[in-house]
């Protein structure tokens, strides 16, 4: 286990052992062996902090909100600090910090209220890269005259063709949709590149940092974007979404509301009575990745810094495993692998890839390595423009395995082993 993966650039160590045990479901086994959990793409592990707070929540604070008795107040200061821990992660104000249901919820109902504003002929950016979170929310205003124009891509290393997206952006343009990085190649978008475009052309910017956000510190006051959402059981937390908005559009954009419920926001976003024990969870995902930020860096004094210090240990470790998997799938017999394999390329990219192996059914690949408890994706994960873009869409798709930080390079070297025995078994 101590291989230079484990070393982070400026000296610090990220503690694998004490990471792992933080995550009760790690020890899971599939028939006598611990399982890998290589699916962090479509929901990651949750740390016992989250589990408690969770836990606590519903012991002694359960209730709704603005009543006026204790666990009601405490239900409102909980939410109070939710999204001030939402706020650090994103670097953001707390009103500007927006729960619901998942992601896709979030962005269906931004589109709505957006709609409400738009007018025949308008035109919304959107890509091939993106999960159709990002994209479907966006087509459903067509049904109000919306003018729906597809960023492509470059196939070779599946990155956002710039030129394309630069001659889409026009001064019909309203709105700007485009993931920060792809949940099925791994691609990073040049965000902050793209929203100074979508401004220049007086849209607004709307990003995806559903996958990102275990990857990266997000900082949207320096990307100067206008919208932003994360799920954070894609970062260690509950199943929920989040959504950014710069204050004064949350103010603008009216989101369809019942009459009672508050106009003021960011609650008015809000719709129905939130699961406040997830919300509790939240505050404490965001708390986890700064307790490792803290352990990686002491120094770090507030919440942000040590959420910036824990990045800074993550993403050169998840890096290292990546480039492990790399070096032993480039092994592999007639395998494809789909976006950046460059190296010296690899800030482009996060930890997640995708390959297929022959003309097998990825399913059938996820099913041997699921049997040997290693849990990886098949399928197209919702990225459906780009599994179609590749010619996969009909032949099942792609296989995924995501690393995150709590992988280790035993499980990618039991991983690549299980491989070869795929590659080697009769068919
Ligand atoms: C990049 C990306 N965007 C959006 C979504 C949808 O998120 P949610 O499940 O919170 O609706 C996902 C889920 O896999 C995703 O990976």
């Given at each position: 286990m101590s291989t230079p993966a484990m070393r982070e650039t400026s000296g610090k160590t990220l503690d694998i052992a004490w990471v792992r045990e933080q995550f009760p479901s790690l020890k899971t086994e599939v028939g006598g062996k611990p399982a890998a959990f290589l699916d962090g793409p479509a929901g990651t592990q949750v740390p016992r902090q989250v589990m408690e707070a969770i836990q606590n929540y519903l012991m002694n604070a359960n209730a709704n909100t603005y009543g006026a008795f204790s666990t009601s107040r405490r239900t409102n200061e909980m939410i109070l600090a939710a999204r001030a821990a939402m706020a650090d992660f994103i670097n953001c104000a707390p009103e500007e910090v927006v729960f619901g249901q998942n992601m896709t919820t979030i962005t269906m109902g931004l589109a709505r209220a957006i709609g409400r504003q738009l007018k025949a002929g308008d035109e919304i950016v959107v890509t091939t890269l993106d999960h159709d979170a990002n994209v479907g929310p966006w087509r459903a205003l067509e049904e109000r005259g919306a003018v729906l124009r597809q960023v492509d891509i470059r196939e070779s290393d599946c990155t956002l063709d710039l030129y394309d997206l630069r001659s889409k952006i026009t001064n019909k343009t309203k709105l700007v949709a485009v993931g920060y990085a792809s949940n099925m190649v791994g691609t990073i978008n040049p965000v902050a590149q793209i929203t100074k475009m979508a401004h220049e052309a007086g849209a607004l910017m709307f990003i995806d940092a559903v996958h990102y956000a275990p990857h990266g510190l997000i900082?949207?006051?320096?990307?100067?974007?206008?919208?932003?959402?994360?799920?954070?059981?894609?970062?260690?937390?509950?199943?929920?979404?989040?959504?950014?908005?710069?204050?004064?559009?949350?103010?603008?954009?009216?989101?369809?509301?019942?009459?009672?419920?508050?106009?003021?926001?960011?609650?008015?976003?809000?719709?129905?009575?939130?699961?406040?024990?997830?919300?509790?969870?939240?505050?404490?995902?965001?708390?986890?990745?700064?307790?490792?930020?803290?352990?990686?860096?002491?120094?770090?004094?507030?919440?942000?810094?040590?959420?910036?210090?824990?990045?800074?240990?993550?993403?050169?470790?998840?890096?290292?495993?990546?480039?492990?998997?790399?070096?032993?799938?480039?092994?592999?017999?007639?395998?494809?692998?789909?976006?950046?394999?460059?190296?010296?390329?690899?800030?482009?990219?996060?930890?997640?890839?995708?390959?297929?192996?022959?003309?097998?059914?990825?399913?059938?690949?996820?099913?041997?390595?699921?049997?040997?408890?290693?849990?990886?994706?098949?399928?197209?994960?919702?990225?459906?423009?780009?599994?179609?873009?590749?010619?996969?869409?009909?032949?099942?798709?792609?296989?995924?395995?995501?690393?995150?930080?709590?992988?280790?390079?035993?499980?990618?070297?039991?991983?690549?082993?299980?491989?070869?025995?795929?590659?080697?078994?009769?068919?």
């Open positions: 900082d949207v006051k320096a990307l100067d974007c206008d919208f932003l959402v994360c799920s954070p059981y894609k970062f260690f937390g509950p199943h929920m979404g989040t959504l950014y908005g710069k204050k004064e559009h949350l103010e603008r954009f009216k989101p369809y509301k019942v009459r009672p419920a508050t106009n003021v926001s960011p609650e008015s976003w809000e719709t129905g009575t939130q699961v406040h024990e997830l919300i509790a969870g939240i505050r404490a995902a965001v708390d986890y990745v700064a307790e490792l930020g803290r352990k990686c860096d002491p120094s770090a004094k507030t919440r942000r810094e040590a959420l910036a210090a824990a990045y800074r240990a993550t993403v050169p470790y998840e890096r290292a495993l990546l480039m492990r998997l790399l070096d032993g799938l480039e092994k592999l017999p007639t395998f494809r692998i789909f976006g950046i394999t460059d190296r010296a390329r690899f800030g482009e990219r996060c930890a997640t890839i995708s390959f297929r192996i022959g003309e097998h059914n990825p399913t059938e690949i996820a099913t041997f390595l699921g049997e040997r408890g290693i849990f990886t994706w098949d399928g197209n994960f919702y990225a459906l423009n780009l599994s179609e873009r590749l010619g996969v869409e009909q032949k099942g798709g792609v296989l995924r395995v995501g690393i995150v930080h709590y992988n280790t390079a035993d499980e990618i070297d039991r991983l690549l082993e299980a491989l070869w025995g795929f590659c080697a078994a009769p068919k």
